[in-house]
């Protein structure tokens, strides 16, 4: 059972280099969120996808740019990532619905030098 | 808006009785509470819907006061794996899950 699958795990970049953080799911979501989380801090919305072909704004979007490919993946891009992007990113995914769990992957830790 | 969850920090011996809460200033139709064990992802433990349904883990209660916009989460006979931080998600009517700041847990011997 694979869930909400992250790549890389790892990635150092220097500044003005861009990334993409990938992100897939098996579990037939309609939504699928990207999170960061910086050292002691909280989880802060970067973009959410409520469904294929959509997605929104969430608490943190400036600097990042994403993708909802098809129903199953949702990618993050970074075009010139900034020291300040240095954080662990966490993609996550769910049903549609109130009462909807949602699961997260494992993470991807950046680091911008 | 950003839920608000108190305290920020606790520190519990093991069989002690921990209370985390949540509130918002915007009307809430569900509450997350999710638990993070450091360099791991977070883990889903309950969801409480409006009207008071709820749905979760089996040691682990909480409460949802829709009036009053909180949420409080109860931890009884605390035990040394439920360290970690614990964070309250709103879910606004968009479908965006926007969390708390979190509550570090950690439990002693």
Redesign the interface.
């Known amino acids: 059972n694979a869930g909400v699958t992250q790549t890389p795990k790892f990635q150092v970049l220097k500044t003005g280099q861009s990334m993409t953080l990938q992100c897939a799911q098996d579990m037939n979501h309609n939504?699928m969120?990207w999170?960061r989380q910086d050292p002691g801090?909280?989880?802060?919305?970067i973009y959410?996808s409520?469904s294929e072909g959509t997605t929104?704004k969430?608490?943190v979007p400036n600097g990042y740019n994403v993708s909802r490919l098809n129903k199953r993946e949702f990618s993050l891009r970074l075009e010139s990532a900034a020291p300040s992007q240095t954080s662990v990113y966490?993609c996550?995914s769910?049903e549609?619905g109130?009462?909807a769990?949602?699961?997260?992957?494992?993470?991807s830790w950046l680091t911008v030098v | 808006q950003?839920p608000v969850q108190s305290p920020q920090a606790v520190i519990l011996r093991e069989g002690e009785d921990a209370v985390i809460n949540c509130s918002s200033s915007k009307a809430l139709?569900?509450v997350?509470w999710y638990r993070q064990k450091h360099g791991?992802?977070?883990?889903?433990l309950m969801?409480l819907?409006?009207g008071g349904?709820q749905?979760g883990h089996e040691k682990i209660s909480a409460s949802f006061n829709e009036k009053k916009q909180q949420s409080s989460l109860y931890l009884t006979a605390s035990q040394l794996s439920y360290s970690g931080t614990y964070?309250c998600?709103t879910?606004d009517d968009?479908?965006?899950?926007?969390?708390?700041?979190?509550t570090t847990l950690q439990v002693k011997p």
Do not use: C, N
Request: net charge negative.
């Open positions: 939504s969120y999170y801090m909280g989880l802060r919305l959410y409520a929104d969430g608490e966490f996550a769910s549609w109130q009462g769990t949602i699961y997260f992957g494992e993470g | 950003q139709y569900s997350h791991e992802a977070p883990v889903f969801i819907l409006k349904e749905k964070f998600g879910l968009t479908g965006k899950l926007i969390f708390g700041q979190g």
